[in-house]
């Protein structure tokens, strides 16, 4: 259940329960990130966008030049999602509301545990979180191509390009519920 303050921020939100798996003969669990998190997700994520970087030839990145202040403050104004095997986080996806559309946002998986359903599976969590809302929104770099892919297969379509940097193009994705069915 998700509660919106007045101005459409996500200001509470439950799963029903914690999503477990077995990823490789290791039970996986998705669950809630709060700000205890911070520090493991911005390692994490910069991590992960590495591959990212390195596509673009931009070590630029937004995610790559977050600080932990600034993480801190995300896990206050969004969901936060996580992906834990034994006790580490080796994914996570964030997403929030605004104006009757909720943005999903820097979806990412350890190197190591890619390529084996974790980032379907965090994607398929908080749009269930969010299920029933009109519009979904995200994007990705117009490049990466495994990215564009995924959220394609899922329904997602292009509806606009933009410049992220000078070296970076951003295309954003949409989903409408008559188009989720």
């Not at 970087?53 to 995300?74: G, H, K, W």
């Not at 999602?81 to 006790?87: E, N, P, S, T």
């Not at 080796?90 to 946002?105: D, L």
């Not at 974790?118 to 495994?146: Q, Y």
Request: glycine content about 8%; overall charge negative.
């Amino acid at each position: 259940m998700i509660v919106e303050s007045e101005n459409n921020e996500v200001v509470s939100e439950g799963l029903s329960e914690n999503y477990r798996e077995v990823n490789r003969g290791q039970d996986m669990i998705i669950e809630k990130a709060t700000v205890s998190d911070a520090g493991e997700l911005l390692v994490l994520q910069k991590l992960a966008y590495r591959s990212e970087a390195e596509i673009y030839n931009d070590f630029r990145l937004p995610p790559l030049v977050q600080t932990l202040e600034s993480m801190e403050e995300d896990l206050k104004n969004h969901l936060f999602l996580k992906a834990v095997i034994d006790g580490r986080i080796i994914g996570s996806v964030r997403a929030n509301a605004r104006e009757g559309t909720r943005y999903i946002g820097r979806l990412i998986v350890h190197p190591d545990f890619q390529n084996r359903g974790i980032g379907t599976r965090l994607l398929d969590e908080i749009e269930k979180v969010f299920n029933g809302c009109e519009r979904l929104e995200l994007f990705t770099g117009d490049r990466s191509e495994r990215n564009l892919q995924l959220y394609q297969k899922r329904g997602y379509l292009i509806f606009k390009t933009a410049a992220m940097t000078d070296r970076t193009n951003i295309v954003f994705l949409e989903t409408i519920s008559e188009i989720r069915g």
